[in-house]
């Protein structure tokens, strides 16, 4: 019996160190979504936390603000300047993330539009 526990707490051990690894070298793709990339953040929180990681909203903030796109700079950087990130919840920060996310949609479907008018004019 406890040569067998020993080697499930190795094992989980070792998953929990690649969950870490994973965690830590996530990225938001291209063209991924916040709400895929919010899910894929907090799936990987989740399982850190079932393997006995203690992980804190946080920390899952920083991280999510630290691996945005390069088109999400400077909504980044207003979250960073007008909040304070230490109590910062994940649910309050993915929803002002989404309400720029389409915003910035609902801005380039208008030049899109704008873009065919001229060209078919």
Same mark, same amino acid.
């Given at each position: 019996?406890r040569?067998?526990y020993?080697? +499930?707490?190795?094992v989980?051990?070792? &998953?929990?160190q690649?969950?870490?690894?994973?965690?830590k070298?996530l /990225?938001m *793709?291209? =063209?991924?979504?916040l709400?895929?990339?919010?899910?894929?953040?907090l799936?990987?929180?989740?399982?850190?936390? +079932?393997h006995?990681?203690?992980?804190? &909203?946080?920390k899952v903030?920083e991280?999510?603000?630290?691996?945005m /796109?390069? *088109?999400? =700079?400077?909504?980044?950087?207003s979250?960073?300047?007008?909040?304070?990130?230490?109590?910062?919840?994940i649910?309050e920060?993915?929803?002002s993330l989404l309400?720029?996310e389409?915003?910035?949609k609902?801005?380039?479907?208008?030049?899109?539009?704008q873009?065919?008018k001229?060209s078919?004019?």
């Amino acid at each position: 019996m406890r040569r067998k526990y020993q080697g +499930s707490t190795k094992v989980k051990r070792a &998953q929990l160190q690649a969950l870490r690894r994973e965690f830590k070298i996530l /990225t938001m *793709k291209d =063209n991924e979504s916040l709400s895929d990339y919010f899910s894929r953040t907090l799936t990987i929180a989740n399982k850190m936390t +079932s393997h006995g990681e203690t992980m804190n &909203q946080i920390k899952v903030a920083e991280n999510v603000l630290r691996s945005m /796109t390069s *088109k999400f =700079n400077y909504v980044v950087c207003s979250i960073e300047e007008s909040n304070d990130v230490t109590t910062l919840t994940i649910d309050e920060l993915q929803s002002s993330l989404l309400v720029h996310e389409q915003r910035m949609k609902t801005t380039q479907d208008k030049h899109e539009e704008q873009a065919l008018k001229v060209s078919y004019g």
